[in-house]
């Protein structure tokens, strides 16, 4: 599941010799689990985040620190594997199913339930819940983001209490992905007694029972989130007794708390941050692949009425216009001085079908202004334009918990005003930032975005189907020749015509210019050295956390804790 990020990024400009030899060795080892023993199970992991989590209801993520915490506690029927494909059931590894059957025509497959899986209040795992799980999001009345991910599923049947049968509506490469991905597996006997319309504002989906190999503790909001080990999980307790999500109002003030000892764990470290990590002889730095990008969004439907198009945004002329106001190259250097790494669509680098190729919209301010002007906007007295008694005057919204997007949206201030175009900058807390995208309540945003391993995460960012309350398609960006092309996309199964698909419709979407491609996150980790992290994935650092070890040599007073929730 594809979901935007509530972590503000980075917003330095120096980056030492130093930090990047330590970044660089130490990369994303894979200490795996098979190597650890006995002394290695114990100890506390407190992670400090710049912001609190939401929801404990996998179906209703919406921010990466949900979905952090909600992996943690619920499975999936299979793993994906570290190499990340996508295609068919390669490299997948049983969790909630031991094992599945596909049908000759490949239009159902049968998952076999483990019957050593519990629910973490003791009930046994079953394909009912199963069957509920992907009803849920299917449900409207919910309005999970997840919907347009799984529409090739058509039901769940349930043969017997253990077993499970998928039936999709067509054979497609990643029929299989989309299931097992997608939805983690919550418990019906906890929520079906909940209306769906009613579970984003009911205790139920703060309860956080899973079947994970760790289980909810405690949960204060905008104080502390605990997680301790199910130590008699179906898949093996968890090497760490407890991980404690520690939230802060900020990003400086949480990464205060890591580089103070405070807590273990910082996710996303700036440059600067990083040369003293790795020289302060207490922790160590690890970069880590991602798949996160940056961006401008317009809107284009009016925030008052989303079936009339934005009175600005909605013509493509001024969108392409603006988009050539902007030195996208300058305002990299200026953020992030020499690390900084542009974007050129969108989507990440990391993802096998972007293409760094594809024809950009170049920064011409003259032809900007001509453009315009052709668009009907004529300069006023004081040099803004003016159509039909219109001011070229609208918002940029951007949470005020971020540095870096602080200083892209001065810089698109200063980039818009001399094309004749009046920005103003609206800051708020980042409740308030991601209600405005979730009705597309803003004129234009300042984006960052976490999407899948595959296309088919697109159509949840970048096609009709994304657009609803809710949904995660902020511009509401709606072309029915993309949303067909990356149908034909995920449903090829010859990988040269998934590329050459994807391309098209990203090509398509860059001519229409939904939105100005920024940058893609540097990610560097902060790590107390004592910790002992296996390899982290491009979709999520958080993936193997439950085989970090710390040796019980290296433990400091609060690895004692043990598996009692601390006081």
Not at 75 to 89: F, K
Not at 96 to 101: N, P, T, Y
Not at 125 to 145: E, F, M, Q, W
Not at 148 to 167: E, Q, R, Y
Request: net charge neutral; charged share 20%.
């Amino acid at each position: 599941m594809t979901c935007f990020d509530l972590l503000p990024r980075l917003g330095a400009r120096q980056w030492a010799p130093l930090a990047l030899a330590a970044a660089t060795l130490l990369g994303c080892k894979d200490t795996g689990s098979s190597s650890a023993g006995s002394g290695d199970v114990g100890g506390t992991v407190v992670v400090a985040t710049p912001g609190d989590v939401g929801t404990l209801l996998p179906q209703l993520v919406v921010t990466q620190a949900d979905r952090q915490v909600t992996d943690l506690l619920f499975d999936r029927l299979a793993e994906i594997g570290d190499d990340m494909n996508t295609v068919g059931d390669r490299g997948f590894k049983p969790q909630l199913a031991e094992r599945w059957q596909w049908a000759p025509d490949s239009m159902s497959i049968a998952f076999h339930i483990n019957p050593k899986a519990r629910w973490h209040d003791g009930r046994p795992v079953r394909a009912s819940d199963v069957r509920y799980s992907v009803a849920l999001i299917k449900d409207p009345a919910l309005g999970s983001t997840a919907g347009p991910l799984i529409g090739n599923i058509d039901s769940v049947s349930v043969k017997d209490s253990l077993t499970a049968v998928a039936w999709f509506k067509k054979r497609t490469p990643e029929q299989f992905y989309d299931l097992v991905y997608q939805v983690l597996i919550v418990p019906e006997h906890i929520l079906s007694n909940t209306p769906a319309a009613q579970m984003k504002t009911a205790d139920v989906a703060r309860r956080g029972i899973g079947s994970g190999r760790f289980r909810l503790a405690a949960w204060q909001p905008g104080q502390r989130l605990e997680l301790i080990a199910d130590t008699g999980n179906y898949r093996g307790r968890a090497k760490l007794d407890r991980v404690v999500f520690a939230p802060s109002p900020d990003f400086n003030t949480a990464a205060g708390r890591f580089l103070s000892g405070d807590a273990d764990m910082f996710e996303q470290l700036r440059p600067e941050q990083i040369t003293q990590a790795a020289a302060d002889g207490k922790h160590k730095v690890v970069r880590y692949p991602s798949f996160q990008y940056a961006y401008l969004a317009f809107n284009l439907v009016d925030p008052k009425e989303w079936t009339r198009p934005h009175p600005i945004f909605g013509d493509r002329a001024v969108r392409r216009a603006l988009t050539m106001a902007v030195d996208r190259r300058a305002m990299l250097r200026n953020v992030f001085d020499t690390v900084g790494t542009l974007l050129y669509g969108p989507g990440p680098q990391a993802l096998a079908v972007t293409d760094t190729t594809l024809p950009q919209i170049p920064y011409d301010t003259l032809k900007a202004r001509a453009l315009l002007d052709s668009a009907g906007w004529i300069p006023g007295p004081d040099g803004i334009r003016v159509k039909n008694g219109r001011r070229l005057e609208f918002g940029l919204s951007t949470p005020n918990s971020s540095a870096t997007r602080h200083q892209y949206a001065v810089l698109f201030q200063e980039a818009f005003r001399k094309v004749g175009a009046a920005v103003r900058v609206d800051e708020t807390d980042f409740a308030a930032y991601a209600a405005k995208q979730g009705t597309h309540g803003f004129d234009t945003e300042l984006a960052q975005y976490v999407t899948d391993p595959s296309p088919s995460g697109f159509k949840q960012s970048w096609t009709t189907a994304g657009i609803a309350k809710d949904g995660s398609n902020f511009p509401a960006y709606s072309n029915p020749t993309v949303d067909a092309l990356l149908d034909s996309a995920t449903a090829s199964f010859d990988p040269a015509r998934t590329r050459a698909y994807a391309r098209r419709a990203f090509e398509i979407i860059m001519e229409d210019a939904p939105a100005i491609w920024l940058y893609e996150p540097l990610t560097v980790a902060g790590l107390d050295k004592r910790i002992h992290p296996t390899k982290m994935r491009a979709d999520g650092w958080w993936s193997g956390l439950a085989d970090w070890s710390i040796p019980a040599g290296e433990r400091t007073a609060r690895d004692q804790i043990g598996l009692r929730p601390a006081q």
